[in-house]
Every structure is written in C-alpha cells, then in structure tokens.
Nanobody, 122 residues
Framework: QVQLVESGGGLVQPGGSLRLSCAAS????????MNWYRQAPGKERELVAG???????????NYLLSVKGRFTISRDNAKNTVYLQMNSLKSEDTAVYYC????????????WGKGTLVTVST
C-alpha cells in the first residue's frame, strides 16, 4: 500500500523559510519520480518542483519558474523521504502543498499525499 505523508507546513512571515518533508512507503522509492505540487485557493494545482532519476545524468531537478532560486527539492533514498526547502517565502506561495510520486515505467502511476498547508502572512 502506497503512502505519502507530508509534514512541515505552517504559518510563516514573508521572507521566512520552511522545510516540507514527505515520507514515502509501499514502492521502490529510489526509482520513483518525486514531485511537489501546490494548489492555492481558487487556482489549479501546479507543479512546483520535481526530482527524477535519469540514466546517465543521475537525479535531475526541475522547478516552477516563480520559485527557482528560492526553493530546493532534495531526496534521501535511505529514509524514503523527499524534501522541499522553501526560502524567501512570499504571500503568493500560500497554498496546500502536495507530495506526488510517479511510480513505474512508461506513463507510470501517480500517487498523492493529503497535503500540508503553507500560509505566508504577517
């Protein structure tokens, strides 16, 4: 049974930092593409950051343009955990953040966590 459990959300002031964690179980973590999405009120869910294995290149990362240079995605395969370090947070980063795992070959299967709320406000 696949499980993705997010933690680390909360209230932070603009300019502050948070680190989100996603503990995964039930699949071969090292081979899965791990991603963070977010959904703000009234908006569609969007991909914030991803980290994937690419043969020949190792793990590669990709970021939403608006978070590049502020957010960093990383993974610890020994702990089956993916992280999202968020620095210089802005009010527009306020959203529910979801952990996503894309598992398997070809199109793969998407799994989702329940989300963790990040609120950036004074």
């Amino acid at each position: 049974q696949v499980q993705l459990v997010e933690s680390g959300g909360g209230l932070v002031q603009p300019g502050g930092s948070l680190r989100l964690s996603c503990a995964a179980s039930g699949f071969t973590f090292a081979m899965a593409s791990m991603n963070w999405y977010r959904q703000a009120p009234g908006k569609e869910r969007e991909l914030v950051a991803g980290i994937s294995w690419n043969s020949g290149a190792g793990y590669t990362t990709n970021y939403l343009l608006s978070v590049k240079g502020r957010f960093t995605i990383s993974r610890d395969n020994a702990k089956n955990t993916v992280y999202l370090q968020m620095n210089s947070l802005k009010s527009e980063d306020t959203a529910v953040y979801y952990c996503n795992a894309l598992v398997g070959l070809g199109k793969g299967i998407n799994y989702w966590g329940k989300g963790t709320l990040v609120t950036v406000s004074t």
